[in-house]
Antibody, heavy 124, light 111 residues
Framework: EVQLVQSGAEVKKPGESLKLSCKGS????????IVWVRQMPGKGLEWMGI????????RYSPSFQGQVTMSADKSISTAFLRWSSLEASDSAIYYC?????????????????WGQGTTVTVSS | QSVLTQPPSVSGAPGQRVTISCTGS?????????VHWYQQLAGAAPKLLIY???NRPSGVPDRFSGSKSGTSASLAITGLLAEDEADYYC???????????FGGGTRLTVL
């Protein structure tokens, strides 16, 4: 079964750092793009950026450029999303998702497998 | 103003047909970029419903269909079921913003 399993819920204070994980299984992790999506409480989906684990080609949405860092370790089939200094406004559910298709074409094809989401709460 | 505009809500009775629109621009849908649709049930992760404007992944019932014309796309759901009650999102690329975007989402209520 193809699946993405995300790390557990986090409660942090403003200014703290955080690293979320997204582990893929059941497919060749290196060959599919991984997308990160934010959903703030009661709001819609926001595209944060995308990374290709095969060569770590990473493209950030301008809204998130400089705010987060995406990375991937293909040896352990895991993608990461990191903050160096959290703000209360970072409180949200974060989803990772896999591109439908492999390789370069996958960038354009939508995402078909989603992680269960990680809830991040930032509060003093 | 959103890059992709969806109606905030639609509703229909069981068995009826509803459509959800997704309006973009000449830089997004009108430029030929594909539209993808997702369903998000309450408290769950989104699920891919339609990719590449009209294609259904395996396992998605043929009650769901997608279309695209000009700068807009639509998701149609026929034979509405109570289980279709969810939020629906379109997604496309915008060449002016050089980024992917989701529409604001449409909440479907089955009366």
């Amino acid at each position: 079964e193809v699946q993405l399993v995300q790390s557990g819920a986090e409660v942090k204070k403003p200014g703290e750092s955080l690293k979320l994980s997204c582990k893929g299984s059941g497919y060749t992790f290196s060959n599919h793009w991984i997308v990160w999506v934010r959903q703030m409480p009661g709001k819609g989906l926001e595209w944060m950026g995308i990374i290709y684990p095969g060569d770590s080609d990473t493209r950030y949405s301008p809204s998130f450029q400089g705010q987060v860092t995406m990375s991937a370790d293909k040896s352990i089939s895991t993608a990461f999303l990191r903050w160096s200094s959290l703000e209360a406004s970072d409180s949200a559910i974060y989803y990772c998702a896999r591109s439908l298709s492999e390789g370069a074409a996958g960038y354009w094809r939508g995402v078909d497998v989603w992680g269960q989401g990680t809830t991040v709460t930032v509060s003093s | 103003q959103s890059v992709l505009t969806q109606p905030p809500s639609v509703s229909g009775a069981p068995g009826q047909r509803v459509t959800i629109s997704c309006t973009g621009s000449r830089f997004s849908i009108g430029a030929g970029y594909d539209v993808h649709w997702y369903q998000q049930l309450a408290g769950a992760a989104p699920k891919l419903l339609i990719y590449g404007n009209t294609n259904r992944p395996s396992g998605v019932p043929d009650r769901f269909s997608g279309s695209k014309s000009g700068t807009s796309a639509s998701l149609a759901i026929t034979g509405l079921l109570a289980e279709d009650e969810a939020d629906y999102y379109c997604q496309s690329y915008d060449s002016r913003m050089t980024d992917w975007f989701f529409g604001g989402g449409t909440r479907l209520t089955v009366l």
